[in-house]
């Protein structure tokens, strides 16, 4: 039995719901809408898909896998050689290396604005040493479970094409020029 973890960037979801309601929203006020906005909230809707539903960090017995927007990453672990974080989530394994959309870490936008106070009393920004602090979640995810699983063997890297996202993609990119054609 697996036991999977699927991780995802959350605000990214709460982006691509945002938008289905926005488009959604949008046509229920201009009801019957016109192809050139159907095809809008089509196109949209796809790119919303692509960009901010798919990604994921899908973590299992055998492997980890990076679902980016337009690639995914199967690594092993025994073929794992190294999982780092800067700004995301950065894997490596030989020759391959992929950052994984879905797991920003904690140096991002909010670690900006961490704020503590120096033995002087004065306030300052230190965003690098707080996040240094904080381990992020995907990060001690995938090293948990890499020194569990690393002397196993799991397999090696593949990297294909997201297949599904690149239709979407393509398909997105037809409607929007066939809306501004019709337009």
Excluded at 102 to 114: E, H, I, R
């Amino acid at each position: 039995m697996t036991n999977t973890v699927v991780l995802r960037h959350a605000l990214a979801r709460a982006v691509a719901v945002t938008g289905w309601a926005a488009a959604l929203g949008w046509l229920v006020a201009t009801w019957p809408p016109g192809g050139p906005g159907l095809l809008f909230a089509a196109a949209a809707s796809g790119l919303f898909w692509v960009l901010c539903w798919r990604p994921a960090v899908v973590i299992d017995d055998a492997a980890v896998t990076v679902r980016n927007p337009l690639r995914d990453v199967r690594i092993g672990w025994s073929a794992l050689d190294e999982a780092t974080f800067g700004w995301s989530l950065l894997l490596r394994a030989g020759d391959v290396a992929c950052r994984a959309v879905a797991a920003p870490g904690p140096a991002s936008m909010s670690a900006l604005y961490d704020r503590h106070v120096t033995p002087g009393g004065v306030l300052e920004r230190d965003a690098v040493a707080q996040a240094g602090r904080r381990p992020a979640p995907a990060l001690l995810a995938v090293r948990q479970r890499w020194e569990a699983r690393r002397s196993e063997p799991s397999g090696g890297v593949t990297a294909t094409p997201a297949v599904a996202s690149v239709a979407v993609l393509a398909a997105s990119l037809v409607l929007l020029v066939l809306a501004a054609v019709t337009a």
